[in-house]
């Protein structure tokens, strides 16, 4: 799944960690490490994709160097979608930033958690106005979620990168899908013609698909339109290292795919504000277009067992009282 690069395993993402330990000043590193002992700490679950501070190091002044190790980190954490999305993320957003008068530095915030030369679970996140990425590592298997990717403009109209769309395909596929069903199914499928003005999970901090409306189920629909919808999940998953991408598309392989059901809120033209969703029992992304006259995309890829790393937390605190 995905392109070439597949990401890294545990080892590398630590060694790149370690890379950047090394880079930093030392009241850096005590920024990044500001995080609670227990990673399963009910203050690690609270997040944003909305402009504003974040505990953790702040990229806004770090040097070069020391930025290169922080973007080889995120990168690192990704497969070859999902490192493009979330570089190209923080591009769209300097572009933003120029549009309104604002250049400057980038405002993210990276935080360790736990201890990468430890035996126990660790890792880290990243956050800033639209980009979040919640990486937790343990027995050497890596969690993602909650992954949220943004661009504002959805669209670019200026400048040297004028036609970008950063979420083009986790965009076109969903409309591809629409557009290919018959009113039968289209009627089953829009749950309003007025979309929703986010996602509709916003920033909760364990998701739950049933507050999703139910839209088209995967057995409702024809065969190309099933092979539609199979690319898009699998577009959400690639954005994950290809080992875990493919554990994940496995599960729900195996806990049928018919469990996937599709709903869609809007215009269905380009240029139209609308918004979808995918949701299973334990698996969602949606995806909405509505800011700024629909030029304002948000998406998101939630996994219920899994965000946070919860299942390899708990597994892992279970152990220990043992």
């Given at each position: 799944m995905g392109g070439t690069r597949a990401g890294a395993t545990a080892a590398e993402l630590r060694a790149g960690v370690r890379g950047l330990l090394k880079v930093l000043?030392?009241?850096?590193?005590?920024?990044?490490?500001?995080?609670?002992?227990?990673?399963?700490?009910?203050?690690?679950?609270?997040?944003?994709?909305?402009?504003?501070?974040?505990?953790?190091?702040?990229?806004?002044?770090?040097?070069?160097?020391?930025?290169?190790?922080?973007?080889?980190?995120?990168?690192?954490?990704?497969?070859?979608?999902?490192?493009?999305?979330?570089?190209?993320?923080?591009?769209?957003?300097?572009?933003?930033?120029?549009?309104?008068?604002?250049?400057?530095?980038?405002?993210?915030?990276?935080?360790?958690?736990?201890?990468?030369?430890?035996?126990g679970p660790w890792g880290w996140r990243m956050n800033g106005h639209h980009l979040a990425v919640h990486v937790l590592i343990a027995s050497d298997?890596?969690?993602?979620?909650?992954?949220?990717?943004?661009?504002?403009?959805?669209?670019?109209?200026?400048?040297?990168?004028?036609?970008?769309?950063?979420?083009?395909?986790?965009?076109?596929?969903?409309?591809?899908?629409?557009?290919?069903?018959?009113?039968?199914?289209?009627?089953?499928?829009?749950?309003?013609?007025?979309?929703?003005?986010?996602?509709l999970t916003r920033a909760d901090p364990f998701a739950d698909p049933a507050v999703l409306p139910a839209g088209l189920s995967y057995a409702a629909m024809t065969a190309p339109q099933q092979q539609l919808l199979e690319r898009l999940v699998r577009r959400y998953l690639d954005r994950a290292p290809d080992a875990y991408a493919h554990a994940c598309w496995t599960d729900l392989q195996e806990r049928g795919l018919d469990t996937l059901s599709f709903a869609w809120a809007g215009g269905t033209a380009l240029g139209d504000r609308h918004y979808y969703c995918v949701r299973a029992p334990d698996f969602l992304v949606e995806y909405d277009n509505t800011q700024d006259d629909g030029n304002h995309a948000h998406s998101v890829w939630r996994h219920v067992r899994h965000d946070w790393g919860i299942d390899l937390l708990k597994a892992h605190y279970t152990d220990q009282h043992v």
């Open positions: 000043e030392p009241e850096q590193a005590r920024e990044l490490r500001s995080a609670p002992s227990r990673l399963d700490a009910a203050e690690l679950r609270e997040w944003t994709y909305l402009p504003g501070a974040r505990p953790g190091l702040s990229t806004e002044g770090l040097d070069q160097e020391q930025r290169a190790a922080v973007d080889g980190v995120l990168a690192a954490a990704h497969g070859a979608v999902g490192a493009d999305l979330a570089l190209g993320a923080i591009e769209v957003e300097r572009h933003r930033r120029e549009l309104v008068g604002a250049p400057g530095a980038d405002r993210y915030w990276l935080r360790l958690l736990g201890d990468p030369d430890g035996d298997e890596v969690r993602v979620t909650p992954h949220f990717i943004g661009a504002e403009p959805a669209r670019i109209t200026t400048g040297p990168q004028a036609g970008r769309r950063l979420l083009a395909l986790e965009e076109d596929l969903a409309r591809d899908l629409i557009t290919d069903m018959d009113r039968s199914r289209r009627s089953a499928t829009v749950f309003s013609a007025e979309p929703p003005d986010d996602v």
